[in-house]
């Protein structure tokens, strides 16, 4: 039997959808599958969000920017949407149980020098972290329900 689909949510695909996803997987991969998908899709991955998940462990280096349209024809279990701009364009994909919307300030938008701006990507990696993970643990205690 296929593993339900967790499908996690941003505007373009390039930071915090992908940074969610990574974590999620790592804290619940056997548990589920984690895809993460844009609106409006930059069409590339943040290299600083590539950095700051490589800081612990986490390699997403070989992730793509893709659209949620891409899905439409997929079961997807459970949607999280992680900005709000995702949340309000989100559609209901077949199959889909479940909608969470965490949001998460987006760290393409800090400004600074390359110090801070980097700052800013490990402080939403640890907000994005601490909810993902809790996520992870409270699906591996009660496996019984869906995601």
């Given at each position: 039997m296929p593993k339900p689909l967790v499908l996690i949510l941003c505007t373009g695909n390039s930071c915090r959808s992908h940074m969610a996803e990574g974590i999620l997987r790592a804290a619940g991969g056997d548990l589920f599958d984690v895809a993460s998908a844009g609106s409006d899709p930059a069409g590339y991955v943040h290299p600083k969000a590539i950095a700051a998940l490589g800081e612990i462990g986490?390699?997403?280096?070989?992730?793509?920017?893709?659209?949620?349209?891409?899905?439409?024809?997929?079961?997807?279990?459970?949607?999280?949407?992680?900005?709000?701009?995702?949340?309000?364009?989100?559609?209901?994909?077949?199959?889909?149980?479940?909608?969470?919307?965490?949001g998460f300030d987006d760290p393409a938008h800090a400004t600074g020098d390359d110090g801070e701006v980097l700052a800013e990507f490990r402080r939403v990696r640890d907000q994005i972290k601490l909810v993902f993970e809790a996520y992870a643990a409270g699906f591996r205690e009660g496996s019984a329900g869906n995601p």
């Open positions: 986490i390699d997403i280096s070989g992730h793509e920017s893709k659209h949620m349209d891409t899905f439409l024809d997929r079961e997807v279990t459970t949607v999280i949407t992680v900005c709000g701009n995702a949340d309000q364009a989100c559609p209901t994909f077949p199959g889909q149980l479940n909608r969470h919307h965490w």
